[in-house]
């Protein structure tokens, strides 16, 4: 097979058998760069993509015109201007093997292999996509350890990316603890002896200054979405500086495999400003920057820095998700870019989005409306005051009355006790808003007392702290009481599930951040819901997507909670659970996804134009499919 490689004033072409390299007309020795020719992941896909080398001068080359970027020089260009000779090279043999891409393993066909130099390179079994995930998933039964797990899912993420999709698709239930939490919380601990490929980007202090080459070397140019972490609060793990990367690469995978993004797409992200864990710190296979966390200014001028060369590079409409962010930098990172970019902060809204589609499904089936409810939180954190925001905000447009009267009847305690107006100047800026009139109250037991919530719900990460008293008193004021362990991992849940039933008697509706298993209580098998952020995100960033909307607006993340609740059915409710199976997800993003879109066109803030006639028919024929294509 012949590769063809072009430059601006030659064609050339080269021997089969690799990728192929151009020598420019002007220098006579290998470019440092290359595009590839790619095929399809759905509609939205481009033709080419570029593949740049640190040492290429992409900066002086790549130009930006009219939101485009001008890779072959046309634009700025003249004899004395250097470009960058960007080449086609079709991969084959030994190197289509190798690119994950395109690699299809014992899936190619004979005639495939034929064509693309691949006779001798596999076995001569020639087995089906369906075959590959059979035994994917029976090799990875095997592993008896969770870290193996994810450590050979990664692999074949790094082989092959469709069969790695398709397997996560096809068994999201039992893949997602695997690619996501709980195991790749001990991932990250143990990142810097389990990395051996770049999987994202890693910008640390020591790339002040330039940060936008950095996002130019990684080898996809058409980024829509970003999920960036600074590492210093992983899941309930705490700081786990610039192995926090686990989560963005996680985290991507579901945009993908959960709500249809392209892979290519995905750009995971980890700035590293130091860390404060003593023990990473002392490590010697640590892999980030062995100081303590920069703050302030310094801090801050690197984060601006990053959202800045991220604007210039992608434009407008990439959406850049933070991720697991210490509270006291997470809420002014969104209020300060939110104004300015596509924000997304998972942790603050995503958690809040699929909490209230837990109440208002269960509200559905339950009788009464939000504003007939008291809400109680334990934990004041970015979990615990942006769910406590949204229910205000759902409350205040559905009841039409002002913000300020509907958090009246949401309170919030902390490791101090009840939020009232005595504590108010203490307080971070964040719980100011719920600091109502009412004596100091120490003990969670007493403000149930005195509160009387009908919504119970725990978001302080500390385990144990729904006591028998505790949900008995909630038992006592209600006859259905709502209970929401939020905390993860399962060891901090606030109740399990089995109590929350046996001390409500069978009553209570709950729901819990991490998995519980079905519980039999008096005979009738109970089901409880997992308030799990994945319901959310990925629709809502496919919706945000495929509209090209340019900034987040609440009424999107009320617009996704709605959609949410909307799948939940009767025969799930009567089961106990709050939220509709899991294994429907990819209808429900595409569902997600279109509400989400609908409101972006109503808000003015979508770019593409003009609106599809069907949104839930856009939203999943742009969804990436992970079947093999056929190669000529
Ligand atoms: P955070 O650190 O921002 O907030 C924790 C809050 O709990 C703080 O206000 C802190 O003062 C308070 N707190 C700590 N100890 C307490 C105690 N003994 N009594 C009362 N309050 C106490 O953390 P976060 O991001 O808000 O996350 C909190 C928990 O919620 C974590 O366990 C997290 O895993 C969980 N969470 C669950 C979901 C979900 O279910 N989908 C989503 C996000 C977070």
Redesign the pocket.
Known sequence: MISLSLSSSMIKTSVPGSSCTLFSSRQAKPAPAFLRVISGEGSNRVLIETTASSESSVDETTTVSGGVQDVYGEDAATEDFPVTPWSLSVASGYTLLRDPHHNKGLAFSDRERDAHYLRGLLPPTVISHDLQVKKMMHTLRQYQVPLQRYMCMMDLQETNARLFYKLLIENVEELLPVVYTPTVGEACQKYGSIFMRPQGLFISLKEKGKILEVLRNWPEKNIQVIVVTDGE?I??LGDLGCQGMGIPVGKLSLYTALGGVRPSACLPITIDVGTNNEKLLNDEFYIGLRQRRATGEEYSELIHEFMTAVKQNYGEKVLIQFEDFA?HNAFDLLAKYGATHLVFND?IQG?AS??LAGLIGALKFAGGSLADHRFLF???????TGIAELIALEISKKSKIPLEEARKNIWL???KGLIVSSRKESVQHFKKPWAHDHKPIKELVNAVKAIRPTVLIG????GR?FTQEVIEAMADLNEKPIVLS???PTS?SECTAEEAYAWSQGRAIFAS?SPFAPVEYNGKMLVPGQ???AYIFPGLGLGLIMSGTIRVHDDMLLAASEALAEQLREEHFVKGSIYPPFKDIRNISARIAAKVAAKAYELGLATRLPQPKDLVKCAESSMYSPSYRSYR
């Open positions: 609060r899941l309930g509270n942790d958690t699929v909490v334990l934990g004041a954190g970015e979990a615990g305690v902390d490791s978001t302080s990460g500390v702290t939020l905390s993860n901090q951040g308030a799990n952020n």
